[in-house]
Nanobody, 122 residues
Framework: QVQVVESGGGLVQAGGSLRLSCAAS????????MGWYRQAAGKQRELVAT???????RYADSVKGRFTISRDNATNTGYLQMNSLKPEDTAVYYC????????????????WGQGTQVTVSS
């Protein structure tokens, strides 16, 4: 059994910062890609950033230069540092982890967290 839990959301003024955490636990052999998506009210879920186990990152154009994704492979934890926040960053942020559960199980499974609300006031 695997759990993915986000934390760190909240209310912040425009221009402020927040740091989101994503902790994966349970039956985990390794985690390949970890990523963050967000969904604003009335909109589709969109990619924010992803990071591979080796540290290769990818960002949505809307957050480049403001957000930084990172991870700690030793603790199976991912992070999203969000700086210079804008009201349009307001959304529920979801973390995912692509997990290989057993050493000899080649399939990966994508697990999602429950989401954490980020609200940026103008």
């Amino acid at each position: 059994q695997v759990q993915v839990v986000e934390s760190g959301g909240g209310l912040v003024q425009a221009g402020g910062s927040l740091r989101l955490s994503c902790a994966a636990s349970g039956s985990i052999f390794s985690i390949n890609v970890m990523g963050w998506y967000r969904q604003a009210a009335g909109k589709q879920r969109e990619l924010v950033a992803t990071i591979t186990r080796g540290g290769r990152t990818r960002y949505a154009d809307s957050v480049k230069g403001r957000f930084t994704i990172s991870r700690d492979n030793a603790t199976n934890t991912g992070y999203l540092q969000m700086n210079s926040l804008k009201p349009e960053d307001t959304a529920v942020y979801y973390c995912h982890a692509d997990i290989q559960r057993l050493q000899f199980e080649t399939n990966e499974f994508r697990y999602w967290g429950q989401g954490t609300q980020v609200t940026v006031s103008s």
